[in-house]
């Protein structure tokens, strides 16, 4: 069993950057593939980016690419989502989730644990 508490999230102008953190406790973080969703109102749960159990491999989905880079340092026990030239699209709830084993990692129920996420706002 691991526990996953997001923070970082706020309002942030078109074009800023924010870094959201994914703090773990329970187990190591270097057992579990990370992820990052977010959810805007009304829409479904999406992937945002994942990264491999030692962080080596990270994926994007292709509306962040380029603009985002999800990291962890399995030392503090802990995953970061640095959001850099934000737009409004953005704005969501982001989660983070832990998963283990092999498999997909870009559809929510392949995922074991979840935060409670954390907004960003993205203001034009």
């Known amino acids: 069993q691991v526990q996953l508490v997001e923070s970082g999230g706020g309002l942030v102008q078109a074009g800023g950057s924010l870094r959201l953190s994914c703090a773990a406790s329970?187990?190591?973080?270097?057992?579990?593939?990370m992820g990052w969703f977010h959810q805007a109102p009304g829409k479904e749960r999406e992937f945002v980016a994942a990264?491999?159990?030692?962080?080596?491999?990270?994926y994007y989905a292709d509306s962040v690419k380029g603009r985002f880079t999800i990291s962890r340092d399995n030392a503090k026990n802990t995953v970061y989502l640095q959001m850099n030239s934000l737009k409004p699209e953005d704005t969501a709830v982001y989660y983070c989730?832990?998963?283990?084993?092999?498999?997909?990692?870009?559809?929510?129920?392949?995922?074991?644990?979840w935060g409670q996420g954390t907004q960003v706002t993205v203001s034009s």
């Open positions: 329970g187990r190591t973080l270097s057992s579990y593939i």
């Open positions: 990264n491999s159990y030692n962080g080596d491999t990270a």
């Open positions: 989730a832990a998963k283990s084993g092999g498999g997909g990692f870009v559809h929510r129920y392949e995922y074991d644990y």
